[in-house]
């Protein structure tokens, strides 16, 4: 079965700094979506992005956030100036259209701010 | 804000033995999933249920969409170890467009062998 690809798999990075997540989807698949999980909690929604664009965003996806399609295979996640609360577990999806298309998760990034 | 309960939080039974999560919600739904996530690992489709009052089934999984499509429910028949893992309920307010997931809290499965 096809995968959404995600490097580096564990990210340690110091308060403050900047850290860009990135993600590899499904060749053919044209929605991709950033959720991310805190430890013990339940899995939240960020972005969601579809033909070069953001389509809707969480409260949680504030100025410090930002997402990019740079080229036609990756899908980053820039957080500009890390925060203690940003520690979680992010997760690229993606999937190849609307009307009950199966959503494809990647492994994950475990992003720990110190 | 569209929230996704899910019960029991924990459950650990024997092997052999039958369980049901529940996953309820005040709002309505157009389609619910269900997955499932190892540790370390992104959650996995198990399912999509769409219509008010459908069952599907996946082997020893069985699961149902509430007729008013705010509540559905995994039931596991003769549970086996390799069923233990964390069983994600997910729903989507519309089948069109770039609709994001509002995700459930989660119930951790424990099968003792």
């Known amino acids: 079965e096809p995968e959404v690809t995600q490097t580096p798999s564990h990210q340690v990075t110091q308060m403050g700094q900047e850290v860009i997540l990135r993600c590899v989807p499904i060749s053919n698949h044209l929605y991709f979506y950033w959720y991310r999980q805190i430890l013990g909690q339940k899995v939240e929604f960020l972005v969601s992005?579809?033909?070069?664009?953001?389509?809707?965003k969480s409260e949680i996806f504030d100025d410090q956030f930002s997402v990019e399609r740079p080229d036609g295979s990756n899908f980053t996640l820039k957080i500009r100036s890390t925060k203690l609360e940003d520690s979680a577990m992010y997760f690229c999806?993606?999937?190849?259209?609307?009307?009950?298309?199966?959503?494809?998760f990647g492994s994950g990034t475990q992003l720990s701010v110190l | 804000t569209q929230l996704l309960e899910q019960s029991p939080q924990f459950l650990s039974i024997q092997e052999g033995e039958n369980l049901t999560v529940y996953c309820n919600s005040s709002?309505?739904?157009?389609?619910l999933q269900w997955y499932r996530q190892e540790p370390g690992e992104g959650p996995v489709l198990l399912v999509t249920?769409?219509?008010?009052?459908e069952v599907k089934k996946l082997k020893r999984l069985t699961f149902q969409f509430g007729d008013a499509r705010k509540d559905s429910s995994l039931h596991i028949t003769a549970a086996q170890p390799g069923d233990t893992g964390l069983y994600l309920c997910?729903?989507?307010?519309?089948?069109?467009?770039?609709?994001?997931?509002?995700f459930g809290t989660g119930t951790r499965l424990t099968i003792i062998p």
């Open positions: 992005f579809y033909n070069n664009e953001i389509s809707e």
């Open positions: 249920v769409v219509t008010g009052g």
């Open positions: 709002s309505v739904f157009s389609s």
């Open positions: 999806a993606s999937k190849a259209g609307t009307g009950g298309e199966k959503l494809f």
């Open positions: 997910a729903g989507e307010r519309s089948n069109f467009g770039n609709e994001k997931l509002t």
